[in-house]
């Protein structure tokens, strides 16, 4: 039911325990004269933060918060009338406004006050406006809550509610939206956050105030004419026959079966089914240009949006919810917007939600990674390690697709057809032997000879960008980096002979042109929107950049450019350089760049500062970062604040520090907090004050103290706090419940509390599933299993494989599970192939490993090279792993070292690591210099350790620590676990 604006709106439904007058008090017409219109009666602090993402709506008082939301219902919404329901001294149940549209839509704006939000708090909030009695029909509900809205379970949960509910339009504005709904009224932030804010958050040029918060973003794809302006590549110039004999841009394009496979996609997206594909290459294999020539066959009026400006995360992120219906989300290159170190994970959740979410689809997202990138964001983290891309993961998971390096000979013989009207073509053909076509065309083999015989301060130059950019650079390096950085890469002799001015001379040569095309330096030309640069920033070719990874992985980056990063590194690149400083045994350049970023109000990095200092034994500057890493909520930081503050009798100051997080809803600090005053305060005061923060809302704190209560025999009241925290979405309360009802009551009582909770709202499937499978009911399970698998639970396989087999039998167990393991899932590759040997099918198992386009995860890899040695295959299975670690596969290169052992071939096992080293493989450097010690050559195996810290292997650093101390050199051992290496590989002193 829809209301017309020119009438009043429907009489309020008095609620039972409250009478008519009362509701009606609940109304406020929001006129020119209302507080709500009035300016907010304070603002939050100014942003510390230069051009930052989020604006720091979480600061806002609740009254800054309630005039906010009147202002997006009219000046941004363009709402004709408002309306007020909620009583004021009522803040804690939120307000709603209601919005009256020209069009006779209503929309309902209702915010509240959470710190935390999880899935279940926005069921709780959807239900009870839909299922309540409120006094209002709408179209639309707006949900506003100025806490982090982007979990993955939360996102699910909104596209859950959205088909329950529908047609009612159900939105979510978290701190994410909120700001990208701000970021182009700089009128608006100004006048909720300050002068100061607008300034450093807003979009350049004047406030759009009549902008409608679903204007999308792209431009229609008839208007996209210029491939180079998407980033393909240009190709070499020939020389003309006559002058009217001018040819096309591009040669003529020669499709293969990566086109085969994008064309199906792109057919599928425009017949209504949003997809994704990223096509996965070296540099120059002609990615960009096969996703170039897959939208030529969309219709003229779908949408294209290239997301850049200020960084491509930035970007995205800003845009990403304005992304309308048949729309091609074009992202050469996903590293920068997947693996930003701040941004990455919630870029790869807003790309999921968008491709899952009917009401904006088809989308089409094309995306393109070089193979080492695409392993980065996609490989599982090793065990125990953070997993720092899951969400990266999840997206990208069986959406590769593979450009190979060469032409095969179908494409060459279609490649000779075309090259009679192409010259370039046929020069292509003719010079090039391996079937590399593509590379030539686009000048990589020109831009190689270029660089190998290039002078030396050219050399010097193109060297400084190379590791520039393999250490965590940004694409555009600033002039004065590369300027300072050079003079490192020059011998005394060089750099004696060089004259006045022979670095701008260097850069302009550099930007001349291979044959037309690419240069190996390109100068930066800031696109529409972009800030400009305080000084020119210079592009290195991507050809050169992918060689520069490889042939200079394993050697040291100069300390010039260690020196000038600090400086003049860009200030969005600070924190992932100062981790791989850190990583490289480079400590004390690690500080610096620390302290750049924390100066420039950018987090990540106190952590960092206070292991450093640990290890410097600063145990007073660690404890000061180490606080500060706890105030930013850094998960790793609290174990080594509680460790350090108890050897230094600092306890009470931390206990009140977290103490004071704890009761700002921060999870860890409170876990600490009840661990660390076990021994000083009453189990009933600790109660006490956990049932204070669970009345608040805090379903942590309902956690622990039902945690409590069942360790004192307080059952009953434990079920309720484990009952209030698990109605909140904590995961751990209903594991926990679950296992106290069943100790207690038995296998029925704990499935009837799982179906209680579920019937309020929470569900966990993997926990529904086990309880399944200890209660018997074997099929129950396996079906629970069966849908935590599709939803993208891994430890699913485990029992779940178990139960296959039980309940369907081995074959149909398999059958389950094989598509799992082929899409890469390793738990499902574990289980697998462990059906496949139960059922004695090893060489199925061993048939199925060793498949040309497997992904060799640890499952895969133990059991290819154990049945392979169990028929005595060895040979086979050393060359197997061999080809893997040139690969890059670092596991099976110790993998292969450790087979080579056992077989009493250690002499091979080193000779065939020091090849790989010498070939830029960093793990093999490590593996030299664990080999050599085995062998007891302590001098040989020190120098190996310090080209494979100084070349990124992080846990080199206390091995070769302990083999110092073997050797007698305890005070170097020291130095080194204290201060780290120079950039040259001297052991570090204390100074500086």
Not at 48 to 74: D, F, G, M, N
Not at 791 to 809: I, N, P, Q, R, S
């Amino acid at each position: 039911m829809t209301t017309n604006p020119q009438h009043d709106p429907p009489e309020p439904i008095p609620a039972a325990d409250s009478g008519e007058d009362d509701v009606e008090q609940l109304w406020e017409e929001i006129g020119a004269g209302h507080r709500l219109v009035a300016p907010p009666p304070d603002l939050p602090p100014p942003l510390t933060v230069t051009a930052p993402l989020l604006l720091q709506v979480e600061q806002l008082s609740w009254e800054s918060l309630e005039h906010l939301i009147v202002a997006l219902a009219r000046e941004v919404e363009g709402a004709v009338r408002s309306r007020l329901y909620g009583r004021n001294g009522q803040k804690q149940h939120g307000i709603d406004v209601v919005g009256y549209f020209d069009d006779g839509s209503l929309t309902v704006y209702q915010a509240k006050r959470w710190r935390s939000f999880t899935a279940d708090a926005l069921s709780d909030a959807v239900r009870m406006y839909v299922e309540g009695t409120r006094p209002f029909d709408a179209t639309r509900f707006v949900l506003v809550t100025t806490a982090y809205a982007g979990d993955t379970a939360v996102e699910d949960r909104l596209h859950q509610l959205r088909k329950d509910y529908h047609p009612l339009d159900i939105e979510l504005w978290g701190r994410q939206q909120l700001s990208d709904l701000l970021f182009p009224q700089r009128a608006l932030v100004d006048r909720f956050f300050g002068r100061a804010t607008a300034e450093g958050f807003c979009a350049d040029g004047p406030d759009p105030v009549t902008q409608h918060t679903h204007t999308v973003v792209g431009l229609p794809i008839r208007d996209f004419t210029d491939p180079f302006a998407l980033e393909v590549h240009r190709v070499i110039e020939v020389e003309s026959r006559d002058p009217g004999d001018r040819l096309p841009p591009l040669p003529a394009y020669i499709s293969r079966e990566h086109d085969r496979r994008v064309g199906q996609l792109v057919a599928r997206v425009t017949a209504g089914q949003s997809a994704l594909a990223v096509l996965v290459g070296d540099s120059s294999t002609g990615k960009t240009r096969a996703c170039w020539e897959a939208i030529q066959a969309l219709p003229g009026d779908w949408r294209l949006w290239y997301p850049i400006a200020p960084s491509p995360a930035e970007a995205l992120l800003n845009g990403v919810l304005s992304v309308g219906p048949r729309t091609v989300v074009w992202l050469d290159e996903i590293e920068p917007y997947l693996a930003s170190p701040q941004l990455g994970e919630q870029v790869a959740a807003a790309l999921r939600e968008l491709l899952k979410d009917p009401t904006r689809g088809p989308v089409v997202v094309l995306g393109t990674a070089w193979p080492e990138h695409w392993e980065r964001l996609t490989l599982p983290p090793a065990s125990g390690a953070p997993d720092g891309h899951r969400e990266a993961r999840m997206l990208l998971a069986g959406h590769s697709v593979l450009v190979p390096r060469s032409f095969d000979e179908p494409a060459l013989l279609a490649a000779r057809r075309a090259a009679h009207e192409d010259r370039r073509l046929a020069e292509a053909l003719h010079r090039v032997g391996d079937g590399r076509i593509v590379q030539y065309l686009s000048a990589a083999f020109a831009l190689m000879e270029r660089y190998t015989t290039a002078p030396a301060p050219a050399q010097a130059v193109i060297h400084a960008a190379m590791d520039a950019r393999r250490i965590g650079c940004s694409g555009a390096l600033p002039r004065t980096l590369l300027e300072l950085a050079a003079v490192g890469y020059l011998t005394d002799d060089e750099w004696s002979a060089l004259r006045e001015g022979w670095f701008d001379q260097t850069l302009s040569a550099l930007q001349q042109p291979c044959r037309g095309a690419t240069s190996p330096l390109g100068l930066v030309l800031p696109r529409p929107g972009q800030a400009v640069h305080a000084e020119p920033h210079f592009r290195l070719a991507d050809y050169l950049d992918h060689h520069g990874r490889s042939s200079r992985a394993a050697g040291p980056a100069a300390a010039s450019l260690w020196s000038a990063l600090p400086e003049h590194a860009a200030m969005n690149d600070l924190v992932g350089l100062a981790w791989e400083a850190r990583n490289r045994g480079l400590f004390r350049y690690s500080f610096q760049l620390h302290l750049r970023a924390d100066a420039a109000g950018i987090e990540g990095t106190a952590w960092l500062a206070g292991d450093l200092m640990e290890r410097a034994e600063q145990h007073q500057e660690a404890l000061r970062w180490y606080q500060r890493a706890v105030e930013s909520r850094d998960e790793d930081a609290y174990a080594n604040l509680v460790e350090l503050s108890e050897a230094f009798g600092q306890t009470d100051e931390v206990v009140e520090q977290l103490t004071r997080l704890a009761e700002a809803n921060d999870e860890l600090a409170l876990s600490w907090v009840v661990e660390l005053t076990a021994d000083s305060r009453s189990t009933g005061e600790t109660i006490f004050w956990l049932g204070g923060l669970a009345d608040r809302g805090d379903a942590a704190a309902a956690r622990e103290a039902g945690e409590m209560l069942q360790q004192n025999g307080r059952l009953a009241e434990a079920l309720e706090f484990y009952r209030r925290a698990a109605l909140s979405g904590d995961a751990l309360a209903i594991r926990q419940s679950v296992g106290m009802v069943w100790n207690t009551d038995g296998a029925d009582r704990a499935l009837a509390w799982l179906n209680e909770l579920a019937q309020g709202g929470t569900t966990d499937l993997m926990v529904t599933a086990n309880t399944l499978a200890q209660a018997g009911r074997s099929a129950e399970a396996l079906s629970a299993f069966k849908r935590a698998a599709d939803t993208g639970h891994d430890m699913a396989f485990g029992v779940g494989a178990e139960l296959a087999v039980k309940c369907e039998g081995l074959e149909q167990a398999a059958t389950w599970l094989e598509p799992f393991a082929t899409a890469g899932r390793p738990f499902a590759s574990a289980a697998y192939l462990d059906i496949l040997l139960k059922a004695e099918r090893s060489d199925d198992a061993l048939r199925w490993c060793l498949e040309p386009d497997r992904r060799v995860d640890m499952a895969v890899l133990h059991t290819a090279a154990e049945l392979l040695v169990a028929s005595r295959r060895e040979d086979e299975a050393l060359r197997w792993l061999g080809s893997l670690a040139e690969q890059g596969h670092a596991f099976a290169l110790w993998r292969m070292a450790g087979l080579s052992e056992q077989l009493g071939r250690v002499d091979e096992a080193v000779s065939h690591a020091k090849k790989l080293a010498k070939q830029g493989h960093t793990s093999a450097l490590h593996l030299t210099a664990f080999l050599t010690a085995r062998q007891a050559k302590g001098e040989e195996a020190v120098s190996w350790y310090r080209k494979a810290i100084l070349a990124g292997e992080p846990f080199a650093i206390a091995e070769m620590v302990d083999l110092l101390k073997e050797l007698g050199r305890h005070d170097e051992g020291d130095r080194l676990r204290k201060y780290g290496l120079e950039a040259d590989g001297q052991i570090a002193g204390g100074a500086g």
